[in-house]
């Protein structure tokens, strides 16, 4: 095929065959010139029937709506910037809370609080006072690791530690239980999955994603999609007690150069599919009706401007028939647009603007833009006909208003106890047992234990990005009542049967302990906040390897317990402790790792080690990216490694601690990427 690249500093061009493909400003450095291999792709039909009534509403609501009102369709405004009133006077088709957006800016707003501004939203956008025609809006929110936004809910792992779990039933009882917490506020829409297969762990969004593994990520999305949502065809699908689904980030944000976050995917298409793609021919397979486009940029064009990508793949040879939503301002990253404007975003194919802050500007501009002919009527209609057909299919024009929904405002589901079991479950097979010498492991009740470590006593550090706040940080445990500390949950299990376990963050002891268990580990971040420089643990926290080569040095045993949103190097860790657990960011119920930990008061096994890596597990600091199958593939502890107390091993003491050059080149610059955008 023919290709050209004309590359200037502000101006690239790429053409293939006759197609102009892409023209931009500002485009990212690596461009790659494009070939188009539709056949990569596999050809799919949407498992969702075309219902006629259905395509007819629509049909009659377009018939009806003027460009305003359209227009005012492909908005999503964000509740911290957005009135009631703004709904009903611009026509606005959605809305969101983002990370640590909560009802008048309360992060302890109620079940109660939080149904009281979904109706009040409902009632603006079905006033039908000045001849306005009734549309319900459609708000959507980020129940990622359960209804992760919302006081008192029931925080699941992250999807890292899930991923270890390989049980696809235990996700969809996640998904249930996330959307059931969900329905509660009186919202019908979760933000998730992340189907992100992470191929570089210095990405601060690692912990997001299942595996490095596309099989994984798929099995899952399957799984979670129909727990979210229920069962296409079946009376539960899309129930008052299920949420829509929305897979996302489409499409390769795990695989961006150098884990950068809102980086650049250079795969070819080939690649992008069979690692990145998997997990969406199962979401959408699964019935999934939204997907949410990426920040990032396939081989240099933004995914928001990927008309190729979004339209020709997605929807035309995928057949996705629902809507696309952008990221949050993530049409503002195409060049030559602002948060304020954006034709080409819409042009590539994204349905549903996330603009939080400056929907009106957007809006207004978007008219405009529609009226001067840079945006088809065509498209508009073809963009408000997939809202509208999602919002039809989730019954929202039946249901009414978010309050008479059978579990709205229903606070006593939030975190039930029923819900922490299947959290509880979810930890207990999240825990990866990557060391275990002169079997340690499992711990008698009746011991007197000393833990010890920052994560040990602190909801937030176990419960990571996303829990409360859009970072994690700014919270502490009384932000989360019923949950369970890793320490709180040791105490009650050696108390049960004449133990004793104190608390005490540096190590320090009086008494000497019979054995300690260091919890120590990442604190929380979220995006590129968490991206890293290199994967060196000990250069973020140098304290913790203090902590466990005093108490190896006073012949202590050690158990650390490292709690994180991905594997990191920690060679002299992993030698100074007897024995190791990968607990990755396993959310409110920290009582699951002691179950895991310590026998049965009778001195059986209570709970063995199901949790098998999901992601290779560095030896050296080169090994940025270190994913299975990889030609020369040499990790510490490779993909699914995991010891259990039934299949015990011993392993090194002595792992290399060489820094080595890698590390070097770095060691001058701070941990962490700057944030762009
Ligand atoms: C929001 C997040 C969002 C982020 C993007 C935050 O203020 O709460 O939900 O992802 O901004 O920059
Ligand atoms: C994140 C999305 C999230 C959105 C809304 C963005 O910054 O990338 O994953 O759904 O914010 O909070």
């Keep these: 095929m023919n290709k050209t690249s004309l590359c200037a500093a502000t101006l690239c061009v790429v053409v293939i065959g006759v197609q102009l493909v892409g023209c931009q400003q500002g485009t990212p450095d690596v461009l790659v010139p494009t070939t ?54 611009y026509h606005l088709g959605s809305v969101l809370n983002g990370g640590g957006g909560h009802p008048g800016k309360v992060k ?104 490095e593994d596309p099989e994984i990520v798929r099995s899952y999305a399957a799984a979670l999609v129909r727990g979210l949502q229920g069962e296409l065809g079946r009376d539960d699908y899309l129930d008052d007690s299920h949420v829509l689904a929305t897979a996302k980030h489409f499409l390769g944000d795990g695989g961006t150069d150098n884990g950068h976050d809102k980086g650049n995917n250079l795969a070819e298409e080939e ?18 009706r939204t997907v949410m486009a990426s920040y990032s940029s396939s081989r240099g064009l933004k995914m928001h401007g990927n008309r190729y990508l979004l339209t020709e793949i997605l929807k ?49 501009n978007t008219i405009k833009d529609v009226k001067r002919g840079d945006i088809s009527m065509a498209r508009v209609d073809d963009a408000v006909r997939r809202i509208l057909r999602v919002k039809l299919e989730a019954g929202l024009f039946e249901t009414g208003a978010p309050s008479s929904r059978s579990y709205a405002g229903k606070t006593e589901i939030l975190g039930a106890p029923l819900h922490r079991a299947v959290a509880r479950q979810a930890v207990r097979e999240s825990l990866v047992l990557l060391k275990n010498n002169a079997a340690l492991l499992p ?66 002891y009086s008494d000497r302990p019979d054995v300690a268990i260091v919890v120590w580990g990442e604190p929380p971040y979220a995006e590129c906040y968490g991206d890293l420089k290199h994967l060196n643990y000990d250069a973020q926290d140098p304290q913790s390897l203090v902590v466990l080569e005093n108490l190896k040095a006073d012949g202590i045993p050690v158990v650390s317990v490292f709690v994180s949103g991905r594997p990191l190097w920690v060679n002299p ?91 070097l080149n770095y060691a001058a610059v701070p941990a962490g990427f700057s944030c762009i955008g």
């Design 36 to 89: 188009k291999n539709v056949d990569a792709w596999p050809e799919l039909k949407s498992p969702v029937e075309r219902d006629p009534e259905i395509e007819a509403r629509i049909d009659n609501l377009l018939a009806q709506m003027s460009v305003e009102q359209k227009v005012g369709q492909m908005i999503q405004a964000e509740i911290r910037w957005v009135e009631p009133d703004d709904v009903r006077d």
């Design 108 to 211: 302890h707003a109620s079940a109660g609080d939080w149904v009281a501004l979904a109706d009040a939203f409902y009632e603006a956008s079905m006033d039908t006072s000045d001849g306005r025609l009734a549309i319900p809006v459609l708000w959507g929110t980020d129940s990622v690791h359960g209804a992760s936004n919302v006081f008192g809910a029931t925080l699941f792992p992250h999807n890292i530690g899930i991923g270890a779990a390989h049980n696809p039933d235990l996700v969809r009882r996640i998904g249930e239980v996330t959307a059931m917490e969900t329905a509660v506020i009186g919202i019908p829409w979760t933000f998730a999955p992340v189907l992100a297969v992470v191929r570089d762990d210095r990405w601060g969004r690692s912990y997001e994603g299942y595996s």
């Design 271 to 288: 690649e992008l599919f069979a690692i990145h793609g998997q997990g969406y021919v199962a979401a959408l397979e699964s019935g999934a």
């Design 316 to 364: 035309e040879r995928m057949g996705f028939d629902g809507f696309i939503v952008g990221d949050w301002e993530g049409h503002s990253e195409i060049p030559g647009c602002s948060k304020m404007a954006c034709a080409a975003a819409i042009n590539a194919g994204v349905d549903l603007l996330m603009a939080p802050q400056y929907w009106k500007p957007l809006l207004k």
């Design 443 to 508: 711990l008698d009740r009746s011991l007197n234990v000393l833990v010890a470590g920052r994560s040990a006593n602190d909801v937030s550090r176990q419960s990571g990005g996303w829990s409360l706040t859009w970072q994690g940080t700014d919270n502490n445990d009384d932000d989360f009542p019923g949950a369970t500390t890793i320490f709180e949950g040791i105490r009650e299990v050696v108390s049960s049967a004449g133990g004793t376990a104190t608390f005490s963050e540096d190590g320090s």
């Design 573 to 663: 860790h992993l030698n100074a402790s007897d024995a190791f657990v990968a607990a990755w960011l396993p959310g409110t119920e920290g009582d699951g790792v002691a179950e895991v930990l310590f026998k049965t008061s009778a001195g059986e096994v209570n709970y063995d080690f199901k949790g098998k890596l999901s992601f290779s597990w560095p030896k050296s600091l080169d090994q940025n990216q270190l994913n299975v199958g990889d030609v020369d593939y040499d990790p510490l502890f490779p993909y699914g490694y995991g010891l259990s107390y039934a299949q015990a091993r011993e392993v090194s003491d002595e792992f290399s601690v060489e820094t080595g050059e890698a590390y």
